[in-house]
């Protein structure tokens, strides 16, 4: 595809990491939002019914350990609700950046000279969206931020459905969430991360360009005050994240009967990234 190929409707949410796979399996498919919803089904799927169907088999589903399957917020949060939000995002996330994007030339911004220097920056966007290396990295942090959740970050204590007391290895159930699940859960989380810092790239060397700026415009922002809304649709990626981290919180709370204080700079932290990515539309 050459520079003056790139289409402005491929834009940001029709690639990234593990777009391929999922085309090649025809999760979903170039247009946007076509496919999302079967996507977002597969993957909670994929991530929850083994575990559901293992614990099951092995006597860990209702009792067997503390904390049995059934009882396990945070696994519930994280592959009911979060993975499905995290795959659905794509569609409010993506119709906002398209708009975005259309704006900088409908607008008047880009002036006429510059209008090939923003279709370069377009097309190595999109160049680092697809990128196979970004793809591996991200891949590669999933599975070690599942290693560091599971060797310094547990969120349970005693005897769990993946890790029964005595066993002195994992369950079936526990194989499948620290090789599958979790893994797939991290990566959704990272995907997203890595494509907010693309489309930060992206608005930088925007910043460079010789705009079209005025002073007069109601904006009071010289005519980029549109910028502010494109992070509004962010909202549904920390919804999903603060979700998964209350699930986590919750079981933390019930069976190992930590403080709820002692959580009070976790959800600062979320609040702050929340306001930071997803702020006050007026």
Aim: proline share 5%; net charge positive; glycine share 8%.
């Amino acid at each position: 595809m050459s520079r003056r190929e790139v289409p402005l409707e491929s834009w940001f949410t029709q690639g990234g990491p593990g777009a391929a796979i999922m085309r090649r399996f025809r999760l979903v498919h170039p247009e946007l939002g076509v496919g999302s919803g079967r996507a977002a089904l597969a993957l909670a799927t994929v991530s929850w019914l083994p575990l559901l169907t293992f614990s099951a088999m092995q006597g860990y589903l209702f009792s067997g350990a503390t904390i049995p399957f059934y009882k396990n917020i945070a696994a519930q949060t994280r592959f009911l609700l979060a993975v499905p939000i995290l795959i659905l995002a794509d569609i409010p996330v993506g119709l906002r950046l398209r708009e975005m994007v259309h704006h900088f030339l409908n607008s008047g911004l880009i002036r006429e000279n510059e209008r090939e220097r923003f279709g370069a920056i377009l097309f190595d966007a999109i160049e680092a969206r697809d990128s196979r290396i970004a793809g591996i990295l991200v891949a590669s942090l999933a599975y070690i931020a599942t290693y560091l959740n599971l060797a310094h970050g547990q969120l349970q204590r005693g005897s769990t459905w993946y890790t029964p007391v005595g066993a002195g290895h994992l369950a079936l159930a526990g194989y499948w969430y620290v090789l599958v699940a979790l893994p797939i859960f991290q990566f959704l989380i990272l995907r997203w991360i890595y494509r907010m810092i693309n489309w930060a790239r992206f608005l930088f060397k925007i910043s460079r360009l010789e705009l079209k700026l005025s002073a007069a415009h109601p904006d009071a922002a010289g005519g980029l005050g549109f910028l502010g809304k494109s992070l509004i649709p962010f909202g549904v990626i920390t919804f999903a994240l603060s979700s998964a981290v209350s699930g986590a919180i919750a079981s933390r709370v019930i069976f190992a009967h930590v403080e709820l204080q002692s959580f009070a700079a976790v959800y600062v932290a979320l609040v702050i990234v929340s306001l930071a990515i997803s702020p006050d539309p007026c």
